[in-house]
């Protein structure tokens, strides 16, 4: 069987979250009025903070405002293959580059965990040699991408559910996984090798407890 290398991505991987970086790429090249929309973004975080909107529901907002009520199929791909290629150049922590190659070396299957929109993850998975992406999944009306999660939003909880669902379909030797958020320690726990990269104050202090790797990618 296979060993598993799993990664989260949004400051795992990334330097930074991607969602907002995203909606400001698509806006800009696609519709640059939209950007004067970024104000009520940030009454919608604003209500999130509150805990009046949970992170479905601000997502949603989110690609709303940025990328309007519908965007075609094919011009979701090219701007997403866009994206993961500047993302790919600028965006990524250094260890990670590193710690990928290593992964790929050691013969494991490359798997991505993530919270962000498929419909870009999978670009930059694509970009970085990944096998599989388990992401948030949007809904499609046919061709026409729409402001709605299908599903649910892949993160904490449900983020592990797909995880284990996934891990079911594919028997594997041990799994090696990686994350900076403690939304995850789930998925630490399950690993038979559990690494915090750059991580959260939280996490840290759980790492420190668990005895898990703490590793710094900057």
């Known amino acids: 069987m296979t060993p598993i290398a799993l990664y989260d991505m949004d400051k795992t991987i990334t330097r930074r979250a991607t969602l907002l970086p995203w909606l400001i790429f ?16 940030g009454v919608a975080t604003l209500g999130y903070a509150l805990r009046l909107l949970d992170r ?33 150049a600028r965006g990524l922590w ?18 991505l965990a993530s919270a962000s929109y498929a419909f870009y ?26 402001p709605r999660v299908a599903g649910t939003n892949c993160y904490g909880a449900a983020k592990a559910v797909r995880v284990a669902a996934w891990l079911a379909e594919h028997p594997h030797a041990p799994m090696r996984f990686y994350s900076d958020h403690v939304s995850d320690a789930t998925l630490f726990e399950r690993a038979d090798e559990a690494v915090a ?9 759980l790492a420190r407890s668990r005895g898990w790797r703490i590793a710094d990618w900057r």
């Not at 250094?94 to 798997?111: C, F, H, K, M, N």
């Not at 990269?197 to 202090?205: H, I, M, T």
């Open 197 to 205: 990269v750059c991580p959260s104050p939280a996490l840290r202090r």
């Open 56 to 88: 479905t529901q601000l997502k949603r907002i989110a690609q709303a405002l940025l990328m309007g009520p519908g965007c075609a199929r094919a011009t979701v791909a090219r701007r997403a293959a866009a994206f993961a290629a500047v993302t790919v």
């Open 26 to 41: 698509w806006a800009r090249a696609e519709a640059p009025w939209r950007l004067t929309l970024l104000p009520l973004l």
């Open 121 to 146: 993850v999978e670009a930059i998975a694509d970009a970085l040699g990944i096998d599989a992406v388990l992401a948030t999944e949007s809904e499609w009306d046919g061709d026409t991408l729409r």
């Open 94 to 111: 250094p260890g990670a580059v590193v710690q990928l190659a290593a992964d790929r070396a050691e013969g494991r299957t490359l798997v």
